[in-house]
């Protein structure tokens, strides 16, 4: 093993120590370490590899930092994507574990079920929607591993974007009309905290996925058929605690939900 490949597992499990124990740590670069964007993925994919180990199935993947809302707020300026696996699934209206989560916030996202593999070079926003299945809403309950949340691009991609939980929303349709229409309403505890629409997602949140697969093509990877994607938080994320319960409501895509236990 080489000096390099010791330092990525060593972040690695860094990382999946602070996940199962529930302890926010500071970020790998305010460590003095250097790491490259390229080291980051590389630390991401040792951490899916020692869960994949541990018994988790890889089910999809995700894209970050695709809204100007979420750039803004978590002073990240670059789309970054990450792996989701069965693990991170909760069933629709499914209780949140929160002795199992740091500080978790809760986002509404687009998700794309694919019908058919895809991988860049050249693939457009239109290819995408030709192998999607189906499109549902999503909640996705991020958790990031750093204090306060604060980190840099490399750190955040290293944490898996910050990916803890999701759930899913039960209408599962073809996306046949305009997803940058469709129109986002998320409350928690019955108050509206954000609006949105699918426009707020890089133009259309199929652009993110079309991202994805040009991102993975460079890697010599693909978008797999039957991968669940989840196209990126739409607005800023809100906190959840105990008792409180966040929704989000989708125009034709529905309403999902997720509480966390008083
Ligand atoms: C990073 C993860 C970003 C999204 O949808 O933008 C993300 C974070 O905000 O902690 O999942
Ligand atoms: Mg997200």
Not at 6 to 27: G, M, Q, S, T, Y
Not at 120 to 141: F, I, K, N, R
Not at 154 to 178: E, H, K, M, Q
């Amino acid at each position: 093993m080489t000096d390099e490949t010791a330092n990525i597992d060593k972040w690695a499990h860094h990382l999946l120590d602070a996940e199962r124990r529930c302890e926010a740590v500071a970020p790998i670069t305010s460590s003095g370490a250097e790491i490259s964007i390229d080291d980051a993925y590389q630390i991401q994919a040792a951490l899916i590899a020692r869960k994949v180990a541990a018994g988790e199935t890889v089910i999809g993947a995700k894209l970050g930092l695709t809204s100007a809302a979420k750039q803004r707020t978590m002073g990240v300026h670059e789309p970054l994507y990450a792996v989701l696996t069965d693990a991170n699934l909760l069933p629709a209206e499914g209780a949140l574990p929160m002795d199992r989560l740091i500080h978790p916030r809760v986002e509404p996202e687009f998700v794309f079920v694919m019908g058919e593999d895809l991988a860049g070079p050249g693939v457009s926003a239109q290819d995408v929607l030709a192998a999607t299945a189906a499109v549902c809403c999503g909640l996705e309950v991020i958790d990031s591993r750093y204090a306060d949340f604060k980190f840099t691009l490399p750190d955040v991609v290293a944490d898996n974007a910050s990916t803890a939980r999701f759930v899913l929303g039960s209408t599962l349709i073809r996306p046949t009309f305009d997803l940058s229409l469709v129109g986002c309403v998320l409350e928690r505890n019955g108050d509206v905290v954000a609006t949105a629409a699918g426009a707020a997602v890089m133009g259309s949140p199929a652009e993110a996925v079309a991202l994805l697969a040009n991102f993975l093509g460079r890697r010599g990877q693909r978008i797999q058929a039957g991968w669940v994607i989840l196209s990126g938080g739409l607005t800023d994320a809100v906190a959840i605690g105990a008792g409180d319960h966040v929704s989000a409501t989708f125009g034709r895509l529905g309403r999902v939900g997720v509480h966390a236990a008083a």
